[in-house]
């Protein structure tokens, strides 16, 4: 019922910034809370960050806490991340994901209901 398709991924030095961009269909957009995970091969998908329904309130790994920033514009449908001082520890898939309800710090990707493709995050040393 809803599609995201995610864009703005590429490859960067150490120190370099990307934004990165989730559109999502539907008009039932801000009914959603939104979030982005990322996944290096040979691991586990990880939380990155998660932003409310409509307040904006905003929820952070520890491993991109003042670094990466979410955001969201619910008259566009769509859900930014900006990501500054990348690391080579920061090459993974991004993927941008949305779950129905209230609660924006879930960090446990099952909770999610509806996925993008993903775009490729590579950061060079």
């Known amino acids: 019922q809803v599609q995201l398709v995610e864009s703005g991924g590429g490859l960067v030095q150490a120190g370099d910034s990307l934004r990165l961009s989730c559109a999502a269909s539907?008009?039932?957009?801000?009914?959603?809370?939104m979030g982005w995970f990322r996944q290096a091969p040979g691991k586990e998908r990880e939380f990155v960050a998660a932003?409310?329904?409509?307040?904006?309130?905003?929820y952070y790994a520890d491993s991109v806490k003042g670094r990466f920033t979410i955001s969201r514009d619910n008259a566009k449908n769509t859900v930014y991340l900006q990501m500054n001082s990348l690391k080579p520890e920061d090459t993974a898939v991004y993927y941008c994901a949305a779950k129905s309800g209230v609660n924006y710090s879930d960090r446990n990707p099952r909770l999610y209901d509806y996925w993008g493709q993903g775009t490729q995050v590579t950061v060079s040393s």
């Open positions: 539907g008009r039932t957009f801000s009914s959603y809370v």
């Open positions: 932003i409310s329904r409509r307040s904006g309130v905003t």
